[in-house]
């Protein structure tokens, strides 16, 4: 059992070029989420997806877009990646929002630098 | 919105307690999760308190008190392999999660 797995597990990448970040699920979880985590702020969500063909914009959406064609993949693209997009990237999945116990299961994390 | 606050490090001894605090301001509260992070991994779910009271899980117990915007995980019997960051974590209205800055807990010897 995978559970989740994310796609790179790190990442350099120069300034103003396109990256797509790949998460993959097997849990067969209706909800999925993408966090970036920073030194002293913690997890900040970024976008989200309740089921497949909907998503949500999080608290720091700006610079990043999303889709979800499917209940099992949920890729996190940078258009123009800046600098400040240098963080870890977090993966998590849970059963249907809105339901008592869905709790948030994480991926690994990929590790983007901006150059 | 929500405003979390818990403490940026504590230290302690292998086999004693640890109390990690975490205090909320919320616009809407639908539970509250406590998650367990190693350096350089994931975060992995500890524990979820909905209702006021204790909830206990063999060495680690949540504490919740809804009217006080207040909890905390008590870590008992503490063991190296509990040094890692601790994330408190609370859901609100729209089942969206809001997480602390995290609590470095380091164990020693």
């Known amino acids: 059992i995978a559970g989740i797995t994310q796609a790179p597990t790190s990442q350099i990448l120069a300034a103003g070029r396109r990256m797509t970040l790949r998460c993959t699920q097997d849990?067969?979880?209706?909800?999925m989420y993408w966090y970036r985590q920073d030194l002293g702020l913690g997890l900040r969500l970024i976008h989200y997806?309740?089921?497949?063909?909907?998503?949500g914009k999080g608290e720091v959406p700006d610079g990043y877009s999303v889709s979800r064609a499917n209940t099992d993949d949920f890729p996190l693209t940078l258009a123009s990646a800046v600098p400040s997009q240098t963080s870890v990237y977090f993966c998590?999945?849970?059963?249907?929002?809105?339901?008592?116990?869905?709790?948030?299961?994480f991926g690994p994390g990929t590790r983007l630098t901006v150059l | 919105g929500q405003n979390i606050d818990q403490p940026t490090e504590m230290t302690a001894t292998e086999g004693a307690i640890v109390q990690i605090n975490c205090t909320y301001q919320?616009?809407?509260?639908?539970?509250l999760f406590w998650y367990q992070q190693h350096a350089g991994e994931a975060p992995t779910f500890l524990s979820y308190?909905?209702?006021?009271g204790l909830e206990e899980k063999g060495r680690f117990s949540s504490f919740l008190s809804r009217s006080k915007g207040y909890s905390y995980l008590l870590l008992k019997e503490l063991q190296m392999k509990d040094s890692a960051s601790y994330l408190c974590?609370?859901?609100?209205?729209?089942?969206?999660?809001?997480f602390g800055a995290g609590t470095t807990v380091t164990v020693r010897a």
């Open positions: 919320t616009s809407g509260f639908n539970g």
């Open positions: 998590a999945s849970s059963g249907t929002a809105g339901t008592g116990t869905d709790t948030q299961y």
């Open positions: 849990m067969r979880h209706n909800a």
């Open positions: 974590a609370v859901r609100d209205a729209d089942y969206k999660l809001s």
């Open positions: 997806s309740n089921t497949a063909g909907t998503t």
């Open positions: 308190n909905v209702l006021d």
